[in-house]
């Protein structure tokens, strides 16, 4: 028989959220990854576009006032993510399996600074110097020619954890619409205004992007050139450049888009709210998932199945659990905003990580939610058929639902025309609607 020890350095702890201590063995401090990165002068570049997009505030600029990328470390890859100030553009560098150099021993994620030191050391590295990584659960050391530098584990703002959610459900949405070799790419992302605010449409054309100011099928929204900024410092690693986005038509409103520079070892994407002045925090794209009461069970269910693979396959999480893949998704949408799953566009797939929140804050961090939760507890939706009357302080408003959308007579839904999600009073029918379907069909 072969017996093995493991050491803890604490004790795993249940408050607001399930904090599991990891097993590093005799070290004294356990690591989910540690070793070299592969490009060293790509991973430091794309690492500082990271920190960059944490640091602007493209929308109403101010002073700089976070630079804390979240660092995960999965099965097979190292992912580092930000939101912006405002928190309308997410930024992602992916480590895939050929850029490390090492073994991930431990998945987990952690939020850290980068700061000046770090910035200044990061930018003297080139292609062919050595670049040391290691992340474990309280901190990030990177090691250069000058040195190892350690950033300590920050507190999360809880709006980026609201941007995860919402960004999530977002790119589930997208396909992908172009790409453009470097050359192209570089003559294009040069090309951009970097002050422009303006709505811009990209349509694919021969080899390159076509810039138009007007929608049409298989164009891709580009909300603020300005905010795809910080992808040019990694032009000169890049072999191509990818877009994603939703279908669109002639006429479409502004929509999210993801723009993604790759190569064999690295993936630097961002992804652009559909608007510069809106963050992804309010986007509402949640917010139906969440409505339906059996979102809460299935996501349980779902978490208890969820594994650290590189990418998590709806299908077979349907299968497993034996419901439909809808049901799935919405699932993986309640978990993903309790910051446990995120959306690879460039694998079109669910990923697996872990932030310090529990889905018991969900109410809190989307009020339209609450407050439609509680129009629909106290009896304010009065309907037949597929009309409503939901009554609101002193004002009803009629709700309609019809080929599967909710519409509204509110201000909310007269501003937004569901651009943003649903209305909480559209949101208190399909709530009522869906107890009374599950009761007659007990």
Known sequence: MVSAAYSYLGSSTLDESLTLQTS????AHPRFFTGFLTDPGAAATGLLAVAEVAR????????????????????????????SGCCGVYARMDVLPAG????????????????????RALTRVGRADPLHVAVGPDDLTVTTFDGPLVERKVPLPSRWLR??????????????????????????LNRLPASDRSILWAVPAGRSLRLTSRPAPGAVCLPGAGRLAALKP??????????????????????????????????????LSPEPYRGFSGEGAVLESLAA????????????????????????????????????????AQ???????????????????????????VERMNPRLAAARAL?????????????????????YQVRHAAGAYSCTCPWWAKHRGERGPCKHALAFRMVRTEFAVESAA
């Open 376 to 396: 629909a507890e106290t009896g304010a939706v009065a309907y037949t058929g597929d009309l409503a009357m939901v009554r609101s302080g002193d004002i009803s």
């Open 335 to 361: 978990l993903g905003v309790a910051g446990r799953v995120g959306y690879d566009v460039a694998e079109a797939g669910y990923f697996h990580r872990t932030l310090p929140y529990s889905a018991a804050a």
């Open 100 to 119: 490390l150099d090492g073994e991930i021993v431990a998945h987990g994620t952690t939020n850290v600074d980068v700061n000046v030191p770090l910035q």
């Open 234 to 271: 990694f032009l000169r690693y890049a072999s191509a450049l990818r877009v994603y986005g939703p279908s669109v038509a002639a006429g479409s409103g502004p929509v999210a888009s993801t723009w993604e520079l790759s190569m064999p070892t690295l993936r630097l994407s961002l992804t």
């Open 163 to 188: 941007g995860f959610a919402e960004a999530q459900v977002l790119t589930a949405r997208f396909d992908p619409r172009a790409e453009i070799g470097a050359a192209e790419a570089r003559v294009l």
């Open 293 to 332: 009461d059996e979102t809460s069970d299935d996501a349980d269910l779902i978490s208890a199945l969820l594994s650290w693979d590189p990418a998590i396959d709806v299908d077979a999480l349907a299968l497993a659990a034996g419901i439909e893949a809808r049901r799935v998704r919405d699932a993986l």
């Open 56 to 83: 602007t505030r493209y929308f109403r600029p101010v002073s700089p006032a976070s630079l804390d990328p979240v660092v995960t470390a999965g099965s097979d890859r190292l992912r580092f993510e930000s939101f």
């Open 24 to 27: 590093g063995g005799p070290a």
